[in-house]
T-cell receptor
Framework: NAGVTQTPKFQVLKTGQSMTLQCAQD?????MYWYRQDPGMGLRLIYY???????DKGEVPNGYNVSRLNKREFSLRLESAAPSQTSVYFC?????????????FGPGTRLTVT | GNSVTQMEGPVTLSEEAFLTINCTYT??????LFWYVQYPGEGLQLLLK?????DKGSNKGFEATYRKETTSFHLEKGSVQVSDSAVYFC????????????FGRGTSLIVHP
């Protein structure tokens, strides 16, 4: 099993450009998440999908959109990138949207917006 | 709302020293508690967890006990190694509602030879 995979690993964008971050898991997990990690801020939840066909906003959804393409894949789109979106983005999955279940994280995408 | 508070870092230790990283939480009911570790350039990975009061999670020499009375889940290791240098995150998943995990801000550990 590859676990949670993310592409690309690194990306540099200019302000106003758009891009999609891809995430896939092969563990048959129901729930998937997108986080951003900034120095001193810990992890902040952008969007999550409790199950295939549903998506919900997290703590910092502005400037982002998501698509739960199928059970395996959950993509994050930046429509018009801003320097404030420079961050490391992590995708995670979890077997169920319930207590007791840990999350499995991908290796991250390091995004710089100039 | 739910919250997790961790001690500020960095924590700097010599090899073989005793480690404690404090974590306290605020949540209703009986959340599950987790410690994750993040090595440089990588994603987070589960270190240990506890799902009910008085449970002790343990892995790779690390331990943490779920203390309901003090709402704490402190991480300990008796003898740290240079390879333990990483960032450690305390987290909880609530026992109801949306079940969205809440993370602490992370504590950086630096172990010197």
């Amino acid at each position: 099993n590859a676990g949670v995979t993310q592409t690309p690993k690194f990306q540099v964008l200019k302000t106003g450009q758009s891009m999609t971050l891809q995430c896939a898991q092969d563990m048959n997990h129901n729930s998937m998440y997108w986080y951003r990690q900034d120095p001193g801020m810990g992890l902040r939840l952008i969007y999550y999908s409790a199950s295939e066909g549903t998506t919900d906003k997290g703590e910092v959804p502005n400037g982002y959109n998501v698509s739960r393409l199928n059970k395996r894949e959950f993509s994050l789109r930046l429509e018009s990138a801003a320097p404030s979106q420079t961050s490391v983005y992590f995708c995670a999955s979890r077997p169920q949207q319930e207590t007791g279940y840990e999350q499995y994280f991908g290796p991250g995408t390091r995004l710089t917006v100039t | 709302g739910n919250s997790v508070t961790q001690m500020e870092g960095p924590v700097t230790l010599s090899e073989e020293a005793f480690l404690t990283i404090n974590c306290t939480y605020t949540a209703t009911g009986y959340p599950s508690l987790f410690w994750y570790v993040q090595y440089p350039g990588e994603g987070l990975q589960l270190l240990l967890k506890a799902t009910k009061a008085d449970d002790k999670g343990s892995n790779k020499g690390f331990e943490a006990t779920y203390r309901k009375e003090t709402t704490s889940f402190h991480l300990e290791k008796g003898s740290v190694q240079v390879s333990d240098s990483a960032v450690y995150f305390c987290a909880l998943t609530p026992s109801g509602g949306s079940y969205i995990p809440t993370f602490g801000r992370g504590t950086s550990l630096i172990v010197h030879p």
